[in-house]
């Protein structure tokens, strides 16, 4: 069975520290991996697709990388603004379908 | 705004009754995917619909049922409703095969059920 694991479970930082959030999957057949940002009672946001080992993304102060095993988000001297709830997901091929599944998610809390 | 609508943004209901939750896809896209969020849990899926056609169950309870009409809107029947089914329920939908980002959800702001 496909499974993610997110950790921290919770994240406070203080404006301008940087981090990272891991992401560890098991998984048969990576078809991608996902990150989206969840604001509290809203849905989730894409943020980043990965689809191979020693790929990565950016967008403004966050950094997507992936290995064989785990991705992690790096985020780059985060303002409050970048408080949310950030899930990575899974794709595999599986059962004769693609299949999603996501980790609980990184509660970040940015302290001005 | 991702394009995707679900109304209704909230509902309240007793046990044992049944509801209906509303999705629109973005314009194009064919797949629509249905998830339950709990506080405790992350997002569970329930069920995958392309193009009118179920195509994948995750969790999904037999009390539960989807569909997909020819107008790609997708519904989802919560019957015989119990409190532990008071959740946040999100739909998704993502473009066709062959298209640019086909493998990204884009999700609406979802459905708040109380079942008291």
């Known amino acids: 069975e496909d499974q993610v694991t997110q950790s921290p479970e919770a994240l406070r930082l203080q404006e301008g520290e940087s981090s990272s959030l891991n992401c560890s999957y098991t998984?048969?057949?990576?078809?991608?991996l996902f990150w989206y940002r969840q604001d509290p009672g809203k849905g989730p946001e894409f943020l980043f697709t990965l689809y191979s080992a020693g790929e990565e993304k950016e967008k403004e102060r966050l950094k997507a990388t992936l290995t064989k095993k785990e991705s992690f988000l790096h985020i780059t001297a985060p303002k409050p603004e970048d408080s949310a709830t950030y899930l990575c997901?899974?794709?595999?091929?599986?059962?004769?379908?693609?299949?999603?599944?996501f980790g609980i998610g990184t509660k970040l809390q940015v302290i001005p | 705004d991702s394009g995707v609508t679900q109304t209704p943004k909230h509902l309240i209901t007793a046990t044992g009754q049944r509801v209906t939750l509303r999705c629109s896809p973005r314009?194009?896209?064919?797949?629509v995917y249905w998830y339950q969020q709990s506080l405790d849990q992350g997002l569970q899926f329930l069920i995958q619909?392309?193009?009118?056609?179920?195509?994948a169950k995750g969790n999904i309870l037999e009390r539960f049922s989807a569909q997909q009409f020819p107008d790609l809107h997708s519904e989802l029947n919560l019957s015989s409703l119990e409190l532990g089914d008071s959740a946040l329920y999100f739909c998704?939908?993502?473009?066709?095969?062959?298209?640019?980002?086909?493998?990204?959800?884009?999700f609406g702001a979802g459905t708040r059920l109380s079942v008291l």
């Open positions: 998704a939908s993502s473009p066709a095969p062959g298209t640019t980002n086909k493998n990204i959800q884009y």
């Open positions: 314009s194009g896209d064919l797949s």
């Open positions: 998984v048969s057949g990576l078809r991608g």
């Open positions: 619909y392309y193009n009118g056609e179920e195509r």
């Open positions: 997901a899974v794709q595999a091929y599986s059962g004769g379908y693609q299949k999603v599944t």
